[in-house]
């Protein structure tokens, strides 16, 4: 019973720290209308901050201040915040398919900078010993994930409410005014180029936060936990939750981490022990085909956008 | 060292334009970036291997070698077969899935798709034939010697003779047939050309026909001049991209050229980067294009 519990919060921890990236992704593609192809770039560049704010000093790399748990997330915001600046300003002109296609790039230099720059990045080996806070405070697995599941929802809480906050503020039909029709909203005096770089950095600043989560959670970080892979399933959590509604990119983390995890289960069971080294594979064609199967069948997702009809209009 | 660099530019830039032909075609005529579209090489070069067993089982001229070349009849007939394999199952993805999206919803839903297609047919790849690298043959070549101490194997002067070929057939193709004009109607206007009676739907048909051969035929050469591996398509995604977007989508001499200056590009960079930042130059010049010139070096402004 105990070990289902443990497997319970450990499952949630993962799901909600993906939320928070599908969150970020759900304001720059739901909302703007920014497809973002680079979301493993932006949660490395948060992950690596995390991993060189608060982790251990060691010889010959370049970090280790051992600072607060809640500094490195800061720092892992602002550092993924940084680089959306220099990233959108270069990159948001594009259109569509031009912008998947330069982010996409983008997230594979990141990779390959973390892969080669050992003396930031710890090269192929990342960096370990990484704090993880709530080991500060209880003892046992179980308490320490516990500990750290409130910690994660409070950091989903706070990003759910800011978002709907947003969305619901004037700068938030701003955004959707330029999603559908960056011409006519900026003939009304908006400028589309501001916001939509706006909504870039917010956006990456959370996937950021996201990657600076994970490798609190799971103690070291490594270039290949942020292969293009990652970026994939991170859309086809906002696929299948509903794009433009926050409750959907939620509730899309929690339902396609539980389909990976639970496949990873089945697989390491059923498949025969030879033959396991392709149990990933095996994942993969099955997001693959959820993605797919989503948009043909359920394009707007689970639960997709609410259509707002303007209270002025109604009367 | 300059000029083996240049050669081997020219070498790996001949199957990047190979790929980047059928990518090119598809952005500009159906209008979405096939992110899938990598992975049909990597599909070629795996059915490939399999027409190579089926044909050497029946011994006689199948084990012959042509020269000094690694290969004989067998693989040749292979590639053939792996480009009709490889085209049906193009055929077979727009059938099922893209054609059923362009309709249903906004093309940007399309490139989802091909998001979750990629992550399909790569990782089929590895479950079928696992993720060790694999070769046609283990046959031995000698390098040969050309003029400025550059060295290149037979199979590569090969893989550059097949790639003059098949362009100057798309050339004549594109520019002789009707159906090669009807399709250049396409790319320009696809109301316009239905409206002087051009079956669209045959032209898109031919349009994967031909991105899907050529993405076999690429496959293949890379699979005979490098190896065989899951990820041959998917590490050559942003070089597609790049030569596509240099040379402007839709057209073939731009397919053609972007592919060289990206090949060049990638083998002359390590002169002064290092190696392993290699990947990041395709990358590098798509901004740089998008930034000077978004319409590409071939291509016309959409307005």
């Known amino acids: 019973m105990i070990g289902l519990v443990s497997y319970i919060v450990f499952f949630l921890i993962l799901s909600l720290i993906f939320g928070v990236a599908v969150l970020g992704l759900n304001l720059q593609w739901g909302f703007t209308g920014l497809f973002n192809a680079g979301v493993a770039g932006f949660s490395a560049i948060g992950a690596y901050t995390m991993a060189i704010l608060t982790g251990p000093a060691r010889d010959a790399v370049f970090g280790g201040f051992e600072l607060p748990f809640v500094v490195g997330l800061i720092g892992a915001m602002i550092a993924s915040g940084i680089g959306a600046v220099f990233v959108g300003l270069a990159t948001l002109k594009l259109r569509h398919e031009y912008l998947a296609v330069a982010t996409f790039g983008i997230a594979v230099t990141i990779q390959l900078v973390c892969l080669n720059w050992e003396y930031l990045t710890g090269g192929t080996l990342g960096l370990i010993g990484i704090p993880n806070p709530s080991k500060a405070w209880v003892d046992g697995p179980l308490a320490q994930n516990t500990l750290y599941l409130l910690v994660v929802l409070v950091v989903v809480g706070l990003s759910f409410a800011a978002l709907e906050r947003i969305v619901k503020s004037p700068w938030g039909r701003m955004l959707k005014a330029i999603r559908e029709d960056d011409v006519a909203a900026a003939s009304l005096g908006k400028s589309p180029e501001r916001v939509r770089l706006e909504a870039f950095v917010l956006g990456c600043m959370l996937m950021g936060l996201s990657g600076a989560l994970y490798v609190s959670f799971i103690g070291y970080v490594s270039p290949w936990d942020f292969l293009p892979i990652l970026t994939f399933q991170i859309w086809t959590m906002l696929i299948v939750g509903g794009s433009a509604n926050n409750r959907g990119a939620l509730l899309g983390a929690l339902i396609v981490w539980g389909v990976w995890t639970m496949s990873g289960f089945v697989i390491s069971r059923v498949v025969p022990a030879e033959i396991q080294a392709q149990g990933g594979a095996m994942q993969a064609v099955l997001i693959g085909l959820i993605l797919v199967a989503m948009l043909l069948i359920r394009p707007r997702g689970l639960i997709g956008e609410e259509l707002h009809v303007s209270r002025h209009a109604r009367s | ?303």
């Open chain 2, 1 to 303: 060292m300059i000029l083996q660099h240049i050669a081997d530019g020219i070498l790996s830039g001949a199957i990047v334009a190979l790929g980047a032909i059928g990518l090119s075609f598809t952005m500009k005529m159906l209008r979405f970036a096939n992110f899938s579209h990598s992975e049909l090489l990597t599909w070629g070069a795996y059915s490939a291997l399999v027409f190579v067993a089926f044909f050497s089982s029946f011994g006689g001229i199948f084990d012959l070698t042509f020269g000094p070349f690694s290969f004989g009849p067998g693989l040749i007939l292979a590639m053939l077969c792996a480009c009709v394999a490889t085209a049906i199952i193009a055929l077979l993805l727009h059938r099922f899935v893209f054609a059923r999206l362009s309709r249903a919803a906004g093309h940007m839903t399309m490139v989802f798709a091909s998001f979750g297609v990629a992550l399909i047919l790569r990782h089929l790849v590895v479950l079928i034939w696992g993720s060790d690298p694999i070769y046609y043959s283990r046959e031995l070549q000698f390098a040969i010697l050309l003029p400025g101490n550059v060295r290149v194997l037979p199979d590569q002067v090969f893989l550059l003779g097949l790639t003059v070929v098949v362009v100057i057939a798309l050339h004549l193709f594109m520019t002789r047939s009707r159906t090669g004009i009807a399709m250049r109607g396409v790319a320009e206007s696809p109301d316009l050309a239905r409206a002087s009676g051009v079956n669209v739907d045959r032209i898109i048909t031919w349009v994967w026909v031909i991105g899907a051969s050529g993405a076999a035929i690429g496959g293949v050469l890379y699979g005979m001049t490098v190896q065989l591996r899951p990820e041959l398509g998917f590490s050559l995604i942003l070089p597609l991209f790049a030569a596509a977007i240099l040379g402007g989508t839709g057209s073939l001499y731009g397919a053609v050229l972007g592919g060289l200056i990206v090949g060049l590009s990638e083998n002359l960079s390590v002169m002064i980067i290092p190696t392993t930042y290699k990947p990041a130059v395709p990358f590098l010049l798509i901004l740089a294009i998008l930034y000077f010139r978004p319409e590409g070096i071939f291509g016309v402004r959409d307005t």
